[in-house]
């Protein structure tokens, strides 16, 4: 049998196992869920603008990006040397080489293994709800990510640049610097504003572990069922993420032309 066909059997029986594991006798929407629902959507057309109401959104929006920025650009900081490392770019001896590859390769999936919602939890526990708890909770998985990702891409540039810089009498260090980096660029940064965004979503529900922004105004408007503000800050929040997917759209076009 297969790969293929065994993966495909896996997921029907995981599929099928879910399925039968399901209360089919119980209510599966709550009896008053419809109503909720009808009120959450009516909601949308009478989105709160009042002035107020909008100075919180902004304030609570520069928040959630102060938080994003901070923890991406930590993690950039963590995730780059780690990920050069892991790729093996700069080793020498290959007994040497793969014992480090093998060795930072470990340490960035401890990294990424544990949720940035988990991460912030410890870390509150450890050193108190400050902004600094947040800024960690992002950077710490988000290190490991880019760090694999960067790994890979700088795995996955042509050799022939690379033989061509060696046959010049280039360093590995100068194939890294003259070869590698600027070909693996462009797609280390159409990533690395993908994680981007996705930090700004991250911040935004560190409101479940008291941490202000986005997430927390949400959290507040949703308690008090105002569902006109709720609405307010969702729109607030995909305005944030299409702004980044613009930038990044601008910054890979300039490199690319």
């Known amino acids: 049998m ?5 993966l495909t059997i896996l997921l029907a029986g995981a599929l099928a196992w879910s399925l039968f594991s399901v209360d089919w006798d119980r209510d599966l929407v709550h009896p008053g869920g419809f109503g909720s629902l009808a009120d959450i959507l009516a909601a949308l057309f009478s989105l709160d603008l009042s002035p107020s109401f909008l100075k919180v959104a902004l304030s609570a929006s520069w928040t959630t990006v102060a938080y994003a920025t901070a923890g991406l650009t930590l993690a950039c900081a963590i995730g780059l040397p780690l990920g050069i490392v892991a790729s093996g770019s700069l080793g ?33 526990v450890a050193i108190g709800l400050s902004p600094m708890a947040a800024v960690l909770a992002l950077a710490i998985p988000y290190a490991g990510i880019l760090g694999r990702i960067y790994a ?8 022939a640049p690379l033989r061509a810089l060696r046959a010049s009498g280039a360093s590995e260090v100068g194939v890294l610097l003259y070869g590698r980096l600027p070909m693996a660029l462009p797609d280390m940064l159409s990533y690395t504003f993908y994680r981007f965004e996705c930090a700004i979503r991250s911040a935004a ?53």
């Not at 040497?96 to 470990?106: E, K, S, T, Y």
């Not at 890979?152 to 042509?158: H, I, S």
């Not at 941490?211 to 609405?231: A, K, M, N, P, T």
Request: proline share 2%; net charge negative; hydrophobic share 60%.
């Open 2 to 6: 297969d790969s293929r066909r065994l």
């Open 92 to 124: 020498r001896g290959i007994p040497a080489r793969l014992a480090g590859m093998a060795a930072v390769r470990l340490m960035l999936a401890l990294l990424r293994s544990v949720h940035e919602l988990v991460w912030a939890w410890l870390l509150i």
């Open 152 to 159: 890979e891409v700088l795995n996955d540039v042509p050799e």
């Open 205 to 257: 529900i560190f409101s479940f572990v008291g941490v202000r922004g986005l997430g927390y105004e949400l959290q507040i408007s949703l308690d008090d069922l105002l569902f006109e503000q709720v609405w307010t800050l969702l729109f607030f929040l995909v305005a944030l993420v299409v702004l980044v997917d613009l930038w990044s759209s601008s910054v890979r076009r300039s490199l690319t032309s």
